[in-house]
């Protein structure tokens, strides 16, 4: 049998009581918040998808704000709530061809990504001309800075001779939102014996501001009137 004092204590454990001392409020258990609920993200894989999810006000009236985080990311949430949380409602996350820039790529899958992976252009065209037509596994480096490259290709139907690497090079990788424009910027392209291929970024990485500025301009232009009713914010 349990005691009676013992009862009694464990009554007394679900009785929280509170004080106030010298203006700040103690109590005599530790509590904790309970939170308002937040909503559970679920993710679309174009803009048009999250354009089509904020028109429709399908789960809330209130202002939205819409978040171009990156050039593969925006997040659609609420105003914050009596927690200070906010509700991540929809999540859009782009689908890009993997390439991997800065490592060695055998010719032949070199070739493939330029024509799958990239947006067809003048130099992209050049390299697939000069890649595509190699017959010699060597690559010559020349010239005062030793970065310019030549290379054993096809010159002709039947003639074979020295053809210059392209270097730098302007490409546009597929790397955000079809919907908008892939931006373009500078690459160094090198080779070397095998042959392998290797494309290196050399922007500095400002492509991603113009990405995300494509994609703010998109939103901006398909959510006008919601924009204009303050229905919807946009940063970037």
């Known amino acids: ?29 530790r509590l904790h918040v309970v939170e308002e609920p937040t909503a559970n993200s679920f993710t679309v894989r174009s ?5 089509d999810y904020v028109k429709s006000g399908f789960d809330i009236e209130q202002p939205l704000m819409i978040h171009v985080a990156n050039p593969t990311l925006v997040t659609c949430f609420t105003a914050i709530n009596g927690n200070f949380n906010r509700s991540t409602l929809v999540r859009a996350e782009a689908l890009i061809p993997d390439f991997d820039f800065g490592y060695w790529h055998k010719v032949e899958k070199f070739i493939i990504s330029l024509q799958s992976a990239f947006v067809k252009n003048d130099d992209r065209d050049i390299m697939l001309k000069v890649v595509g037509n190699i017959t010699e596994e060597d690559v010559k480096t020349y010239g005062d800075n030793g970065t310019s490259q030549s290379v054993v290709a096809k010159v002709g139907v039947a003639a074979v001779g020295e ?68 229905k919807v914010f946009i940063i970037a």
């Open 1 to 29: 049998m349990i005691e009676k004092e013992a009862l009694e204590y464990v009554v007394e454990l679900g009785n929280v009581e509170t004080h106030d001392i010298d203006g700040q409020t103690f109590s005599t258990q």
């Open 47 to 51: 803009l048009s998808g999250l354009v």
């Open 163 to 230: 053809v210059d690497v392209p270097n730098p090079v302007s490409l546009k990788p597929y790397r955000t939102f079809t919907e908008v424009e892939q931006p373009e910027s500078e690459f160094v392209f090198r080779m070397e014996k095998g042959p392998n291929c290797s494309i290196h970024e050399a922007d500095g990485g400002a492509w991603k501001l113009e990405a995300i500025g494509n994609i703010k301009k998109y939103l901006v232009e398909n959510l006008a009137d919601e924009i204009e009713n303050k």
